[in-house]
T-cell receptor, first 113, second 115 residues
Framework: AQSVTQLDSQVPVFEEAPVELRCNYS??????LFWYVQYPNQGLQLLLK??????LVESINGFEAEFNKSQTSFHLRKPSVHISDTAEYFC???????????FGSGTRLLVRP | KAGVTQTPRYLIKTRGQQVTLSCSPI?????VSWYQQTPGQGLQFLFE???????NKGNFPGRFSGRQFSNSRSEMNVSTLELGDSALYLC??????????????FGPGTRLTVT
């Protein structure tokens, strides 16, 4: 069965520092991978996605993620974070066989001034 | 285009009651999925509908049910509420069907509190 692991439940970081949020998945078939962000009292917003092609995908607000098939990872990075990036981030994999997303447990990014 | 809307946003119910939550997908989207989010269990899939047909259901008791209407709007119902049903219920819609329904757009959720 497919599963998603986010090892870090919380990542504290200072403003303007780089950050990496880790995500590993288990799957024996082709995968579609996603990062979602959830701000307090809000739903999930799609941050970026990997469907095929270039292994490096970028979002409009400076985040990027790299699909690594050999390590079954899809880590999220940002070279310089802002206070406004404080939120919970969820990695997810799409299951074709059952039309659903499988989510990791989430990583709370806490950006301090 | 308007996003996914969910009503109500907040709800307080008593154990044993039943509740109905509503979701309106993005215009043109025909696939609607429901997820439950709790601090202990995280995000868990409830069910997915396309063209008024439930195509998949997660591992939840029969007290959880749903339906989709011809205009793609969806409702989910929870009967005989338990304290553990307190959660954020998220609805997501997708423009594509079947294996192409991977790009899902979420609504703001309905926060259900059971007392």
């Amino acid at each position: 069965a497919q599963s998603v692991t986010q090892l870090d439940s919380q990542v504290p970081v200072f403003e303007e520092a780089p950050v990496e949020l880790r995500c590993n998945y288990s799957s024996s078939v082709s995968v579609y991978l996603f990062w979602y962000v959830q701000y307090p009292n809000q739903g999930l917003q799609l941050l970026l996605k990997y469907l095929s092609g270039s292994t490096l995908v970028e979002s409009i607000n400076g985040f990027e993620a790299e699909f690594n098939k050999s390590q079954t990872s899809f880590h999220l990075r940002k070279p310089s974070v802002h206070i406004s990036d404080t939120a919970e981030y969820f990695c997810a994999v799409w299951m074709d066989s059952s039309y659903k997303l499988i989510f990791g447990s989430g990583t709370r990014l806490l950006v301090r001034p | 285009k308007a996003g996914v809307t969910q009503t109500p946003r907040y709800l307080i119910k008593t154990r044993g009651q039943q509740v109905t939550l509503s979701c309106s997908p993005i215009s043109g989207h025909r696939s609607v999925s429901w997820y439950q989010q709790t601090p202990g269990q995280g995000l868990q899939f409830l069910f997915e509908y396309f063209s008024e047909t439930q195509r998949n259901k997660g591992n939840f008791p029969g007290r959880f049910s749903g339906r989709q209407f011809s205009n793609s709007r969806s409702e989910m119902n929870v009967s005989t509420l338990e304290l553990g049903d307190s959660a954020l219920y998220l609805c997501a819609s997708s423009a594509r069907a079947g294996t192409g329904a991977y790009e899902q757009y979420f609504g703001p959720g309905t926060r259900l509190t059971v007392t």
